[in-house]
């Protein structure tokens, strides 16, 4: 007999897929499935936790961003 | 399933049981409202040719009216028509072909709100009593725009950027409800701010707004058992509203006494006028009658955005039945300059809110409002779902007569290069992953089966994604696939 299983698909690069799998690494409590190289689906309730902790990750790789300018 | 109340009347709907829709039909009006608000056009020829049939048809038949390519919107059309509980489609099975015939309480109902007959009294009783003179169109459109544009400028003005003259408001009760409907929601310090829930809201039309705070109230009263209202009733007296016609006096003597005691509330939304000195009679206002009018259902933020491009670019004011809530928009206010500020000479506060969706504004004058795009405003507004070509689009669209001539003096593009670059840089930047919420369907015990269900999601236009070789497949809904696994089963 078939599953249905609630997530929320993700569509990214495969660059953020492999942040977002080394994200689940930790605990393995977001991912319920890996489908392919730009697609996974993830717990619909830690689809924020998750956004918040990618965006954290690609800061610290980004270049401070010059925000200053007079207003 | 989530907790949030459903902004959508096509969602609110699809959640109610089937017994709720047997009640709900018995009224001719409902019926009537449904068939005109929530069907495609297919779907209502389907409805329409069925309606006098004396016995079901087979669905044989009914593919035969439909041309093979157009297979897809058909099988569209009838999952609605099913989700509604319009149709009943008998369960394949070897002896006999699938049937289709319409539910009889629907069938009833539709023939008397077109044919006439019966004493349902479902559109309403008109008032006997001499109408007060000075009642009439006129009055009762200012009247309902004035109540709306109240609810609206309490939205808006949770921005921070205070309305001029809010003197009154909306009624504590609204105000109430537009917090329980999280449009807007109370912050630390105290005070009220906009959600997102509530740009989406202030960026539709007219009728999609009406319909928001009518859900909203809907849920509240519905979770409140104390009330003594019935969701159910009280919706099917909102569709009977909405087939009363403006300007005409109604008894409320009529009424039944549920019904009566839900008058006070529709006051306050703006829906209906009762006169101080005369309160046995009721006027539907225009929100209130173009309730089911036009096919046009809720808007998301983006689309709202595109509607406020459009508008600006015909230059046409049509903005729903009562000409848009938050003021005027106004053509060519905006200036931007290659070091990202942004100038715009308005004093609407819809405009104002919208520019607050992807600029940091940082000054308020009178008459216009000063602030700047940054990566931060840009990125907030991704969140909200508005992409960059729309807010490119919405600043050529307003772009300052100014920009225009000098633009035209240099022989260059009206908004400067760097800024719509830098714009879509952004949006790269932000927009790192595309979500879907649905299920994922998996361990099919073979082929066929497998193939079979993935088919029948993307016939009825569900399938997100679909992997044959793993047999697995993602789908936004499950109701309609969980029936026809169920079917399959019990068939084999």
């Known amino acids: 007999m078939p599953r249905a299983i609630r997530g929320v698909l993700i569509e990214c690069d495969p660059s953020i897929k492999s942040i977002i799998v080394n994200i689940d690494s930790v605990n393995h409590d977001f991912i319920i499935e890996d489908l392919d190289e730009e697609r ?7 689809v924020q936790l998750l956004k918040q902790k990618l965006e954290d990750r690609l800061k610290e790789n980004l270049p401070p961003v010059d925000e200053s300018g007079s207003e | 399933m989530s ?11 699809e959640r109610l049981p089937g017994t709720t829709f047997k009640k709900l039909y018995q009224q001719p009006s409902t019926a009537f409202a449904i068939f005109r608000r929530m069907l495609p056009h297919l779907a209502k020829t389907f409805v329409m040719r069925m309606l006098f049939m004396p016995h079901p048809m087979t669905l044989n038949d009914l593919d035969v009216w439909v041309k093979p390519e157009a297979k897809r919107k058909k099988d ?26 319409l539910m009889s309480n629907f069938k009833r109902s539709l023939r008397l709100a077109l044919t006439g007959g019966g004493n349902h009294n479902s559109f309403g009783v008109p008032s006997s009593l001499l109408i007060p003179p000075e009642i009439d169109l006129p ?11 109240d609810v609206l400028h309490f939205v808006v003005s949770s921005v921070g950027y205070k309305s001029v003259g809010d003197g009154s408001g909306p009624n504590k009760g609204v105000k109430e409800l537009l917090i329980a409907g999280r449009l807007v929601d109370r ?52 569709f009977m509203l909405a087939s009363l016609e403006l300007g005409r006096a109604y008894d409320t003597n009529a009424l039944t006494e549920e019904r009566r005691n839900m008058l006070p509330s529709l006051v306050d939304f703006g829906l209906i006028y009762i006169p101080q000195h005369k309160r046995s009679m009721f006027f539907p206002t225009r929100l209130a009658t173009t309730l089911t009018s036009g096919g046009n259902s ?163 236009g569900v399938l997100v994604w679909r992997n044959d070789h793993a047999r697995m497949f993602f789908a936004n809904k499950h109701e309609q696939i969980k029936d026809f696994l169920k079917t399959r089963k019990r068939a084999e």
Do not use: C
Request: proline share 4%; no cysteine; net charge neutral.
């Open chain 1, 40 to 46: 996974v689906v993830v717990k619909e309730n830690m």
């Open chain 2, 3 to 13: 907790n949030n109340p459903s902004l959508h009347l096509a969602e609110y709907l």
């Open chain 2, 76 to 101: 569209q059309s009838l999952s609605i028509l099913r989700g509604l509980h319009i149709v009943q489609i008998s369960a394949p099975s070897k002896e006999k072909p699938q049937e289709i015939q």
């Open chain 2, 139 to 149: 009055f009762l459109d200012r009247y309902a725009r004035k109540k709306w544009e």
């Open chain 2, 187 to 238: 912050r630390p310090n105290g005070g009220l701010g906009i959600t997102q829930a509530g740009f989406t809201f202030l960026l539709q039309e007219a009728n999609a707004q009406v319909w928001t705070l009518l859900l909203l109230w809907l849920d509240v009263l519905g979770n409140n058992k104390g009330s003594g209202l019935d969701p159910v009733d009280m919706l099917s007296f909102l």
């Open chain 2, 298 to 460: 809720l808007r998301t933020i983006s689309e709202g955005v595109t509607a406020a491009t459009q508008s600006a670019q015909t230059s046409q004011q049509s903005l729903g039945p009562l000409g848009g809530g938050g003021g005027e928009q106004q053509a060519g206010s905006v200036v931007i300059e290659t070091n990202y500020r942004l100038y715009a000479y308005t004093q609407s506060a819809l405009q104002i809110a919208v520019l607050a969706l992807f600029a940091k504004l940082n000054m308020r004058f009178p008459d216009m409002v000063a602030g700047r795009l940054s990566r931060a405003s840009i990125r907030q507004a991704i969140n909200f779902g508005i992409t960059a070509d729309q807010i490119i689009s919405y600043l050529a669209a307003h772009a300052h007569e100014q920009m225009h001539r000098t633009a035209a003096l240099t022989n260059k593009p009206v908004l400067p290069p760097t800024v719509v670059d830098q714009i879509r840089l952004w949006q790269l930047e932000n927009e790192r992953m595309k979500t879907t919420s649905g299920f994922l369907f998996r361990d099919f015990t073979d082929d066929k089966d497998y193939l079979d269900t993935a088919r029948f999601s993307e016939e009825i």
